[in-house]
């Protein structure tokens, strides 16, 4: 199994910025796709930013300029860098990981944090 830890939410002010960190731990064989979700009150889970074992990013296009995502491979973390926040960047953000384990290297499953609440006020 994987577990993921995230930490980094928080409340800020419009304009301001966050970092979200997770690390993934247990019996991890390879981590391939890293990626922050965020899920707003009322609306479904949103993709925000992932980043696959070759470095490529993708972000959704409204946080394109203000988010970077970036990974550890040697400590198995992916963060979020989080600037110029909006009051519509709101949501609980998740950790997904994309993983193999020591147990199964064939097959790999998709893990998820607990979620971490960002709240921008205006």
């Known amino acids: 199994q994987v577990q993921l830890m995230e930490s980094g939410g928080g409340l800020v002010q419009a304009g301001g910025s966050l970092r979200l960190s997770c690390a993934a731990s247990?019996?991890?064989?390879?981590?391939?796709?890293m990626a922050w979700y965020r899920q707003a009150p009322g609306k479904q889970r949103e993709l925000v930013a992932i980043?696959?074992?070759?470095?490529?990013?993708e972000y959704r296009d409204s946080v394109k300029g203000r988010f970077t995502i970036f990974r550890e491979n040697a400590k198995n973390t992916v963060s979020l860098q989080m600037n110029s926040l909006k009051p519509e960047d709101t949501a609980v953000y998740f950790c997904?990981?994309?993983?193999?384990?020591?147990?199964?290297?064939?097959?790999?499953?998709?893990?998820w944090g607990q979620g971490t609440q960002v709240t921008v006020s205006s």
């Open positions: 247990g019996s991890i064989f390879s981590l391939n796709s």
């Open positions: 997904n990981v994309v993983a193999t384990t020591r147990q199964d290297i064939s097959s790999p499953r998709n893990y």
């Open positions: 980043i696959r074992s070759r470095l490529v990013t």
